[in-house]
């Protein structure tokens, strides 16, 4: 097989990537280890910043997401039994968030890409990168039982922090920065509407709380639990019993219970690998960085790179300039750290810590008050939270 630029992963990054690079008239192969199956229904992210929403508008890609998209012009943060709604509308120059699961645009992508006919490859095996300091690299790998191989002249590792592209570049080559939180999210899907028309971020003595929303008839909702508990440790009773403290409100709001159909836990952690590109191999998203739940940057953090990259990428095909490619870990990383900040930011300022004594309460009550005081301290948050436009 024969392309022009190699995808290997089929998430967000990869497929957002196919399709910029196939309005460009760059050819692409995209190759993904799980099934379609799977990666349609892998629940993930659900906050789309502003500007993700409009490239996928500008691709083409937005009628669904515009139908069903639940768009938001503000958070509330709630703690002592008060709420305090951070306004985007007003503190940062109209641009909104849109709820859609990180699954809806995975089908949506998925489902375009094949009515194009765009190649896309599920359950290939035995994937690897070889020949990223050639001219020629070449992905290898085994689909429905053939060994094959993929010549390119560039591949992109859009294939998650466990996936095989970052260890194809040399020992050595990048410096890796890792930070680790004492503390997971225990997240709940269910089905009851949700209590809420707006995300609730509540801080509370007991661990953190975050209401979310799905659709109309959907409910998220996270509590923070410790870093070794297990599903079991969380029967619904709990949940529901530690959501119903931690989202108290002393106006008499309440929350709506309804059958738990999805649970599971996350640890929350920080990663970076620096630079994002060796030879002809380039990293985005989940392969080369990894932020908290808490800023939900994830999704919008890995558009961002491929937005980057497919621009690169076509100036090069189109005009042979290495200019842009050089530059693509630099301007990424730009980004990528100011991102780091923001979502650690919101980590800090949200949870408890074990050593959460004296001190260190002192100060994250401090913030917490400067923000929902001060008109410049929530434009801070509601910028961040919104997408940058120019980083």
């Known amino acids: ?26 050819e692409s192969v995209v190759l993904e280890d799980r099934s379609r199956e799977y990666v349609e229904q892998r629940v993930r992210a659900g906050v789309l910043e502003q500007g993700t929403v409009d490239l996928l508008n500008e691709l083409g890609l937005g009628d669904r997401l515009g139908r069903e998209g639940l768009v938001h012009h503000g958070i509330e943060l709630r703690f002592d039994g008060e709420g305090h709604r951070i306004p985007f509308e007003e503190l940062a120059s109209g641009r909104a968030i849109t709820i859609y699961g990180q699954q809806e645009v995975v089908k949506d992508l998925i ?10 490859l599920f359950e290939v095996d035995d994937v690897s990168v070889e020949g990223i300091d050639s001219e020629r690299p070449t992905v290898g790998f085994t689909h429905e039982g ?46 009851v509407a949700p209590s809420t028309e707006e995300l609730i971020y509540a801080p ?6 975050l209401h979310s929303l799905r659709s109309p008839e959907l409910s998220r909702l996270y509590v923070q639990c410790g870093p070794e508990d297990t599903v079991e440790d969380w029967p619904d009773e709990r949940v529901w019993s530690e959501l119903h403290l931690r989202l108290a409100r002393n106006d008499g709001w309440t929350l709506k219970e309804g059958p738990v159909i999805e649970k599971g836990l996350a640890p929350l952690r920080s990663f970076v690998a620096e630079p ?15 932020v908290p739940a808490t800023g939900a940057k994830g999704l919008n953090l890995a ?18 300039s290495e200019a842009p490619l050089e530059a693509y870990s630099r301007t990424c990383l730009r980004r990528v750290w100011r991102t780091q900040h923001f979502s650690w930011w919101m980590t800090e300022m949200l949870h408890r810590f074990p050593d959460d004594e004296g001190f260190a309460r002192g100060l994250r009550r401090s913030q917490l008050d400067y923000v929902c005081s001060s008109r410049a301290a929530a434009a801070t948050l509601a910028e961040n939270y919104v997408g940058l436009e120019r980083v």
Do not use: N
């Open 146 to 191: 053939e060994a094959q191989e993929l010549d390119c002249d560039l591949v992109a590792g859009c294939d998650g922090f466990h996936g095989v592209c970052r260890d194809a570049i040399p020992e050595g080559v990048l410096s890796f920065h890792d930070h680790e939180y004492p503390f997971a999210w225990l997240g709940i899907l269910a089905e």
């Open 1 to 26: 097989m024969r392309t022009q630029v190699g995808i290997v992963g089929a998430g967000p990054a990869g497929l957002v990537l196919s399709h910029l690079l196939a309005r460009e008239g760059v």
């Open 276 to 290: 994002m590109q060796h030879g002809r191999l380039f990293l985005a998203g989940d392969a080369v960085h990894i």
């Open 204 to 209: 509370h003595e007991r661990g953190f709380a």
């Open 111 to 120: 489902a375009a890409r094949l009515e194009a006919g765009g190649p896309l």
């Open 303 to 320: 558009v961002a790179d491929v937005k980057v990259l497919a621009e690169a990428m076509t100036e090069w095909f189109c005009s042979d």
